[in-house]
């Protein structure tokens, strides 16, 4: 079965970045969020980042209308019925997002393929909500989407053959992406071992090694990282990385995952990273950092 249309719920941060992929490579695309403020706000969000492309040249306008002349938003899931293929990206929470499955199993066909975004939740729990757990799989896209030519397809302890083998179809021949098969386990490959490597950059900065600024240097610079780990942190939002840790700590039940006290601390006075403005570093309106 061909993918000509692809449904993504939530239109935030991934949501944005996905839906702008997929219409960049020519699908269709029907972007839903619950809230009309927040749907706005993803819209807008696409066309800056359309728009920075053009500042680069690596975008025309007449490029840009076409890519966000694809994309169709809505708040209604009612839009999901012709799409081949749904990828759900709301905030990790295991009942919202198995409220989100329960509403997709009763409005897609029994051949549209179900996905998860999600970075450390089970695969199998989420399926269990629908009728036909095998078609439920995960997608796991790393921030930002556009430029990580990589993605965890995540198979649940019921997802077929048949699903797994046109979901591979589609990351590596429609959207011309690596894909790396992964069986479900809390963190998957990336978020495991990437979290671990922020929580122990934590631990270095919480013993007063060296500042945040110079811990992020030696490991851009000397390890050809793209950001260091606390500006990473940051871009995936301190929350998020918080509530990674806290799942695989409760999962494997051990030390290594438990998170610093300086994350918990940032996070509770609202330090989240680049989404609030300030988190390790200060950033701007349009998420750029500040120096």
Known sequence: MSIKKVGV?????????????????????????????????????????????????????????SIFNRIQFGESYDGLKDCELVIETITEDLDSKKAVFEQLDRICGPDVILASNTSTLSLTELASVASRPERVIGLHFIYPVFKINMVEIVRGLKTSEDTFARTKFFVENVINKKGVMVFESPGFVTSRLICLFINEALHVLEEGVAS??????????GYSF????????????LDSVLAALERMFREYGELKYRPSIVLKKMVR???????????????????????
């Open 9 to 65: 719920i939530g239109a935030g941060t991934m949501g944005q970045g996905i839906a702008e992929m997929l219409a960049s490579n020519g699908l269709d695309v029907y972007l839903i969020e619950i809230s009309s403020e927040r749907l706005i706000y993803g819209k807008e969000m696409i066309e800056l980042s359309l728009d920075k492309q053009i500042e680069k040249w690596a975008l025309t306008q007449a490029e840009k209308k």
């Open 212 to 221: 945040a600024e110079d811990i992020d240097s030696a490991m851009r610079i």
């Open 226 to 237: 793209q950001h260091g780990p606390f500006e990473m942190a940051d871009r995936f939002g």
């Open 269 to 291: 006075a609202g330090h989240l990273g680049a989404k609030s403005g300030v988190g390790f570093f200060k950033y701007d309106k349009d998420g750029d950092r500040l120096l």
